[in-house]
């Protein structure tokens, strides 16, 4: 069965459309990679899925495990068991860390082992959520909320964009030991992640839609040899862009 | 620094500089006495709006009280275990006490400032003077509560502070009103002296009434080495509430820290500044504020940081946050450097809850309700405040149940 199901989904985001009659299925237990050039949807799709009030659904439906979801609220949809580890999140002066860890592991997350896992030191939890907050740690604290939420369904943008080696072992590993037995969506830029989790699927979006869907290592070594340029010349590619 | 000490007859019909200009006549003066009495056998009613402002009647964690009703200072002393450390009495009868008290009366505030500086002259209530003795170091702080009983009664009261050479203490001055009391005028004059190396923490709680009007004239003034830290909460509506304390860093090495947090609601108007003077070698200076409007509240929030000393510095932070489109929040942050070598710097902000802070809190499960508590209890967060141990707790509590309140 799938987890995750998204059905000729079109959006508009302040005007403008960014999603045009998008279809993604992710079974249980699997994970799927999201890749495509800057401005394709893969973003705002991921903002589609959570339903942030900006994201204004034209047409299409989006299901999760066997639920119509397209109209519910963001935080109805985290309760039902789908997490984010954003890539930029806002800054929050004042609210800490562990304020927001201790509503999400509501007293059954190990925190010390979790600290470890993401390489968290706990005099970070007194810190304000993302403020003055490196690269590495953002995407190490986004993690660390994420394993304290385990949620059934896991969505990752870009977790290594902006990481240093050190840091992307921990995080691909840490990413990889929460997937087993989950499902996931994965966003990655140049899939240095990759090295560390499986992914069983991955898709290419363009022009607001996905392209072309496959076998994650063949297509993501196909554009790291031949970049974007190459996909657009995909009779597929050059159809859709044809129609916008 | 002030001299005035007459109040002249064009004083008494002067508006002051900032906030909305009240009619004094429209304010009743009379009332009747209230007897001195322990303060813990003070009614329940009382006692209770007492707390609400942080005074506390039983006096547990608290090492000296005073306690004034409309014109009657009720209550005054120290507990027996702090005997000899500080000295409560009424400024009456620290003026019939001390000759040398009459040093400390109008020195730092000018008679002729305006209208409410020349009432509390004219029409004057006592007030408290509180004064710890040299090298005394008070582990509990002091209380003191002005308190109105009468309906739409005009209270004036004037307070002087001494904290004597390497004296350490903390003061608390709950203000309130007693549940029936919906208007009136409270008019507080405070001087501080805060002598060589003395370190002062000043904290006061204003819990009015909707229709109430407030106008406090503070100054401090600071020796060599010496320490002020001024708090004040005011997390209730009241009508309109203008002040604009000032302090003067005259020593060198002194500080001063004014920590403001604000909760305007309903049809609050409260226009509410600090000033720094930095007239000491090394002096420093930190003015924070946070306030948020709620309903129809219009909160203006000032500061002003003088360099008058080549080394000094000072820095003002002021954030507001609206919570409602018919509120306002006007920041107006001034420096004025007067001499090189001063530092001043300021940052303000001002506007609504970033709608993105809020989905990022409800993609992690939060309502958008707790979402937005979170974000504001963080924005009032009074961690970064100098309180006092036995205050932190409850002002965090008012501060949640305003929060609460205005959501």
């Known amino acids: ?244 | 620094m002030p001299k005035g000490k007459k109040a002249t007859p064009k004083a008494i019909g002067k508006p002051a500089a900032f906030g909305p200009d009240l009619d004094i006549r429209a304010f009743r003066r009379e009332t009747a006495p209230w007897p001195s009495c322990p303060v813990s056998s003070l009614p329940g009613d009382i006692a209770q709006r007492a707390l609400s402002a942080g005074v506390r009647t039983d006096e547990v964690d608290r090492a000296g009280t005073y306690f004034q009703i409309d014109r009657s200072a009720v209550f005054k002393a120290m507990r027996k275990t702090f005997g000899g450390k500080a000295e409560i009495l009424s400024t009456k009868d620290a003026l019939k006490k001390y000759r040398w008290a009459r040093n400390y009366w109008w020195k730092l505030v000018d008679v002729n400032t305006d209208k409410y500086t020349a009432l509390a002259k004219l029409r004057w209530d006592y007030g408290y003077f509180i004064r710890v003795l040299k090298d005394q170091k008070i582990t509990l702080p002091l209380q003191a509560c002005m308190f109105i009983s009468k309906e739409n009664f005009n209270q004036n009261v004037h307070n002087v502070i001494i904290a004597e050479p390497g004296s350490e203490a903390q003061i608390i001055t709950g203000c309130t009103v007693h549940p029936n009391v919906q208007s009136g005028l409270h008019v507080g004059i405070s001087e501080f002296y805060v002598k060589k190396d003395a370190k002062l923490t000043f904290t006061m709680i204003h819990n009015w009434a909707q229709n109430f009007h407030v106008r406090p004239r503070s100054a401090a003034l600071l020796e060599d080495g010496a320490t002020f830290v001024s708090n004040y909460v005011c997390m209730k509506s009241v009508k309109s509430l203008q002040m604009y304390p000032v302090a003067y860093c005259k020593g060198a090495n002194s500080r001063i820290s004014f920590n403001t947090i604000l909760h305007g609601a309903k049809n609050s108007c409260l226009d509410v500044g600090s000033k720094v003077v930095l007239q000491g070698k090394g002096s420093r200076g930190e003015v924070i504020t946070r306030a948020i409007a709620t309903e129809n509240a219009q909160i203006k929030a000032r500061g002003l940081l003088v360099g008058e000393h080549e080394d000094s510095r000072a820095h003002l932070e002021c954030r507001g946050l609206l919570l409602s489109d018919e509120a306002s929040i006007h920041a107006i942050p001034e420096l004025v450097g007067k001499v090189e070598g001063t530092e001043l710097s300021h940052e303000a902000a001002v506007g609504k809850i970033a709608e993105e802070q809020i989905q990022y809190l409800m993609a992690r499960g939060f309502s958008e309700s707790e979402a937005e508590a979170l974000i504001i209890r963080g924005f009032m967060n009074v961690d970064i405040f100098g309180l006092p141990d036995a205050l932190k707790e409850e002002i965090k509590k008012m501060v949640d149940a305003s929060i609460a309140g205005a959501l």
């Not at chain 1, 249980?28 to 659904?57: A, D, Q, W, Y």
């Not at chain 1, 930029?88 to 592991?105: E, M, Q, S, W, Y």
């Not at chain 1, 392209?211 to 590619?237: D, H, T």
Request: net charge positive.
């Open chain 1, 1 to 244: 069965m799938a987890v995750l199901t998204v059905k000729d989904l079109t959006v508009k985001i302040a005007g403008k459309k960014v999603l045009d009659g998008v279809n993604l299925e992710v079974p249980e237990g699997k994970t799927h990679v999201l890749l495509g050039p800057n401005g394709s949807g893969k973003t705002s799709l991921i903002m589609s899925i959570l339903g942030f009030p900006s994201c204004r659904v034209l047409s299409g439906r989006i299901w999760f495990n066997g639920t119509d979801i397209t109209a519910m609220p963001t935080d109805e949809r985290a309760r039902l068991g789908i997490g984010v580890a954003f890539q930029n999140p806002p800054p929050i002066k004042g609210v800490r860390l562990g304020d927001v860890f201790r509503h999400l592991a509501k007293g059954r997350a190990d925190e010390i082992k979790l600290t470890r896992t993401t390489n968290i030191p706990m005099e970070f939890l007194e810190r304000d959520l993302n403020v003055g907050f490196s690269g590495g740690e953002i995407k190490r604290s986004e993690i660390f909320q994420l394993l304290a939420q385990r949620p059934s369904f896991a969505i990752f943008d870009e977790p290594d964009s902006g990481v240093d080696v050190e840091n992307l072992e921990i995080i691909g590993k840490a990413i990889s030991g929460f997937l087993k037995g989950r499902s996931g969506l994965l966003i990655t830029h140049l899939g240095h992640i990759l090295r560390y989790v499986e992914a069983d699927v991955a898709h290419v979006m363009f022009y607001g839609t996905v392209a072309c869907s496959g076998e994650p290592a063949r297509i993501f070594n196909l554009i790291m040899k031949r970049g974007y340029k190459w996909c657009e010349k995909c009779p597929k590619v050059k159809k859709l862009r044809q129609k916008r």
